[in-house]
């Protein structure tokens, strides 16, 4: 028997497997399975997180081919934008070259992986194949309207000299540089996503999506069912049209606190009411004023405090009557009744008692008080009825237009030219692809231009309308554009016709399983569903969704828990990693550090990656004890039911954990039979695709483990050969596991203790006693 060498087994395996083109998706083959993971940014170096994204899902893929599915697992790179283009400015290089040399440098590391890629798929957006393919779209937006150019307050980095969506301002700050962003008032294109605010949202139902992806994308598009109301001349909108009695004072956007001198008339009192400006009303949302109820809203509460305005209360809360049990958390108190209960429960007294003394903010809904006719009716029914009187029902949405244009070099030209007569022109189609000019000078500007804008000679042109003299829009577009669509260009990458081909399209669509980074939710996640609904309206797509399952992954911590850093010099380097462990190792760690399926944040565990690779070596040593009679550890089908489950939700480190435990088992026996060597082996091959590559070969097998039908199980041998055994610590039950029923006491000890989830448990901690009850339960008790 040879060592476990994985370096030699690794580069042998990965060129053979190119050679053979083992993983380029059939053109024939049916049951398609579309297996997507975000494409990276070429930033210069793989970390862990490249890892995590890459390696780690193709287990997934793997394990969708050996259930005979025909996956398309692509990958290309996100190569315009401004992450390449900072760093390149940072090292003083053309971003062209920058891009190029660090994609090939990152292509040799996403190899190293043994990654299943179907490299004949490539897409890079930076190149003119594909960006002309972006620009051909843009101008269908354009066309239909929902590609403008418009003035507007727009976030302007004053560090990357250019504007940003909404999407890219976390709390203020630019999400690339971390500059704080100002406001501008610039002309900018715009798309309008806004028009597919509501499909955005209603269309979420149909997916297989985690719920908090769903919410997260629900909140960032902000629907709100409300309505606009006059004062005056000043217009309103608001959600709770039902406290309209208790609004004593208007507020409208102002940069500060300021009184205007003004009154206006509130509808429902038929009293003059004092106009104020305040920061909290934003300009851009609503109609940028709002009644202010103090009594009924925090900040017009704590406004109304500061400037001596009044509080008058309009809605009272349904408390609970603690009296009566039936109704506890159900039914509740009704109107009138509410000033006359004299309530059991001392804390709703006390509610009661500073309600009608005016001290308490009530936000909630309840039964309108105070209110002339609508007194005593409902909240909702009260909303309804004075929105009827009063105003006119109105949907609000916090989403904004998409502003897509970029002042910056590094990105795709906007394909439209300016003329003097003409106005906005779009560039024709025959002279698609509009190409980024060679500059010397890309860097950015302050003045609000493009460098571009400079570049005189490539400016200057005639319209294609009247022959007139015209300039080229200068600005770029957003990097988010281009990876808005890269998904269908991966299905006919090399068709210089069209984006795609409809059959290619019709042949592949939708993506049946999407990997990526939880960042993305409300920003390419929601650009992409919107543009994917745009091309379906113009008849480019057949599915109005682009994505049926979506999985964002969680993030690698560095060995002392913190976010990686160089400064923290608690970076983990996959290369070295690899170098010292192995590809398959490292793979199978990874799967192993935690719930795949879940937005966690695991700490790298040196001591857990070598026992990984331990691990690896037992199952390359049982070749020294193979025996042609069959033998059964009994763990044979319950661990293939439990695998093949776990991968199918992602759960990998549970798979991982339940081949550890079968090989345990294995271990202790003199001989493994050679039938069950080989389903194991066919289990771990997503994992470690390499070594089981290797082991299957030296078995005497000519074609790949990796095209093997994967392992079926037997229902009817899950119950009888095995048990499921308990494990608790200190009395309450953490973990479980299945054995054989044959299992002594001192092995189903051992296995408890040797669980991850017991381990975390347990700690440092003794084990002073432990309790085992025959084929059903492990109590490990600490001191
Ligand atoms: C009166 C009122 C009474 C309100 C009450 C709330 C509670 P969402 O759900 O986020 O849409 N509002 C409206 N336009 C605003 C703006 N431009 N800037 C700041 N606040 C604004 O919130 C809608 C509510 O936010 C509206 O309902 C309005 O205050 C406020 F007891 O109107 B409300
Ligand atoms: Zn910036």
Redesign the pocket.
Known sequence: MKDYDPKSIESKWQKEWKKEKLYEASEDKKDKYYFLVEFPYPSGNLHVGHWYAFAVADIAARFHRMLGKNVMFPIGFDAFGLPAENAAIKRKLNPREWTFSNIEYMKGQLRSMGNSFDWSREVITCDPEYYKWTQWMFLKFFEKGLAYQAESEVNWCPSCKTVLANEQVVNGYCERCGTEVIQKKMLQWQLKITDYADRLINDLESLDWSKPIKEAQKNWI?R?E?ALIKFGDIE??????D??F??TFI?V?GKEDKFTGKYVTNPATAEKIPVWEAE??????????????P???E??YEFARKHDLPVKHV?MPRLVDHSNPHQVGEETIKRSEFENTKFNHSEDQVIKDRILRGVEVY?GEGILINSGEFSQLESPEGKSKITKRFGIEKV?Y?LRDWVVSRQRYWGVPIPVLHCEKCGVVAVPEKDLPVILPEIDDYLPRDDGKSPLSKAESWVKITCPKCGGKAERETDTLDTFVDSSWYFLRYTDPRNDKEFASPLQLKKWLPVDFYSGGAEHTTMHLLYSRFWHKALHDFGLVNESEPYLRRMNRGIILGPDSQKMSKSKGNVIDPDKEVERLGADTVRTYLAFIGPYNEVGAYPWNPDASIGVRRFLERVWRFQAKLSGTPTSSGLIHPTIKKVTDEIRSLKLNTAVSALMIWVNELDKQEKVSKEEYEILLKLLAPFAPHMTEELWHELGHEGSIHTEPWPKYDESKLATETVTIIVQVNGKVRSKFIASSSISKEEAIEEAQTLPEIQKWVGDREVDKTIYVSQKLVNLVLT
């Open positions: 902000g709100s409300g309103v909108f608001t959600t709770r049209p406290t309209i208790g609004a507020v956007a909290y009303v934003m300009e851009d949302y609503g109609t940028g004023a709002i009644m202010a109820v009594a009924h809203d900040r017009d809605i936000t609000s916090k």
